[in-house]
């Protein structure tokens, strides 16, 4: 049962990610070829491979690249602590994000996360290698057991078994009575903001927004209260 997980060793979290070049023709030429191998079955008859590029490159973790990851903890007095790590530098990002795995409360963390499974535990975990990283304990996955992964997905909890149903995690917002995360900007325009506008400020509020419902939601799947981000 979910009221039997110890909440203070789950760790909300979240990321956004963008593809790794602002434009097409940075890439190199071999790049694109993949990305074109890639993609072929994926794009509709009217869209080139640049075109599907500027649109799905932050998707896939070959071709894109972390900018940003929060998460969100407990502490003793109920309140949701968020910290953020974002930078353009992603080996450095994912350095500073993966001491935190250092230190004795969070060696055993409970990692959670709204499509956690199909997106960002995969994802984080392929960029740590990518850049060269051993990927933190949370994220080391070969020979476990399904439940000795220390990974809960919201998206999953809501299927109740139902692997034909998709929820955005603002849905699940607005049917248990969380504020909206997407006040702001939505995912499809934080490729645009960071590579256009060059505002990661402004990514990483929207991105600590999204931890603070994602543990409203976990909460509320609880029936529990909803919980203040600690300012």
């Not at 080996?91 to 499509?115: P, S, V, Y």
């Not at 392929?126 to 304990?137: A, D, Q, S, T, Y």
Request: aromatic letters at 12%; proline letters at 4%; hydrophobic letters at 40%.
């Amino acid at each position: 049962m979910l009221k039997n997980i110890p909440l203070e060793r789950v760790l909300f979290l979240d990321i956004e990610t963008v593809p790794q070049f602002g434009n097409w023709e940075e890439m190199e030429e071999s790049e694109q070829k993949l990305w074109d191998k890639k993609t072929l079955h994926q794009r509709k008859d009217d869209f080139t491979a640049e075109e599907f590029y500027k649109e799905r490159g932050g998707i896939m973790a070959e071709f894109g690249k972390i900018i940003c990851i929060s998460v969100g903890l407990l502490d003793k007095s109920n309140k949701l602590n968020i910290k953020s790590f974002a930078d353009d530098d992603e080996k450095k990002l994912l350095e500073e994000f993966g001491e935190i795995f250092n230190h004795t409360k969070l060696r055993d963390a409970i990692l959670c996360a709204h499509n956690g499974k199909e997106f960002d535990f995969p994802w984080i975990a392929r960029r740590f290698l990518i850049n060269g990283i051993e990927p933190p304990k949370p994220f080391q996955l070969f020979g476990k057991k399904p439940w000795e992964i220390p990974h809960l997905d919201t998206m999953e909890l809501w299927k109740f078994g139902d692997y034909k149903s998709y929820v955005s995690l603002e849905l699940l917002a607005h049917v248990f009575g969380i504020p909206t995360p997407k006040d702001d900007i939505d995912g499809s325009m934080v490729a645009s903001i960071y590579w256009i506008e060059k505002d990661l400020f402004r990514i990483v509020q929207y991105c600590e927004k999204d931890v603070l419902t994602l543990a409203n939601i976990f909460r509320r799947m609880r029936q529990e209260d909803l919980l203040q981000k600690l300012e």
